[in-house]
C-alpha cells in the first residue's frame, strides 16, 4: 500500500518556507509573562538565549516565514526524518495547500540513547 502522506525530499524538494499557524489562531498567544511580576516579557530579553531572528519567528504574524540559508543548508546535509502531510491539519484550516510537518521524535529518542550510554 502506498501512502501519499509521507515524504523523503531531495535536496532540490527541501521547503524554502515554514508555515506559521499563528495567524489562524482565533486570537493571537499571550505573550511570556516574567514570574516575579506578572508583566510580559520583552523579546530583548531572551537574546542571550535565541538570536533574535528566532525570537521574531515567535510573534510573526506572516503566514510563511523564509527558511534561513544557513538552516537550508543543514537540512540539506542529513534529514533522518520524512516530511509527513498534515491531512487533519488542512481539513480542519479549510485549504486545499499541501502542509506538511517534520516529526522530531528520532532526534529526541537518540539523544536520549546516547545520555544512557554516555552516563
Known amino acids: 500500500m502506498t501512502d501519499n502522506r509521507i515524504f523523503q525530499l531531495r535536496t532540490h524538494e527541501i521547503p524554502k518556507k515554514w508555515l506559521n499557524i499563528q495567524p489562524w489562531l482565533p486570537e493571537p498567544i499571550p ?5 516575579a511580576d506578572g508583566k510580559p516579557v520583552p523579546l530583548e530579553a531572551f537574546t542571550p538565549l535565541f538570536p533574535m531572528g528566532l525570537l521574531e519567528q515567535e510573534v510573526s504574524q506572516e503566514r510563511e516565514i523564509t527558511i534561513p540559508d544557513e538552516v537550508l543548508k543543514v537540512y540539506s ?7 509527513i502531510r498534515a491531512k487533519f491539519l488542512e481539513e480542519a484550516l479549510g485549504t486545499t495547500g499541501a502542509r506538511q510537518r517534520k516529526p522530531e521524535y528520532h532526534q529526541r529518542q537518540s539523544a536520549r540513547q546516547q545520555q544512557k550510554v554516555g552516563g
Do not use: A, K
Not at 505573550?31 to 514570574?35: A, S
Open 77 to 83: 546535509l542529513f534529514r533522518p526524518t520524512p516530511l
Open 31 to 35: 505573550p511570556m509573562l516574567n514570574p
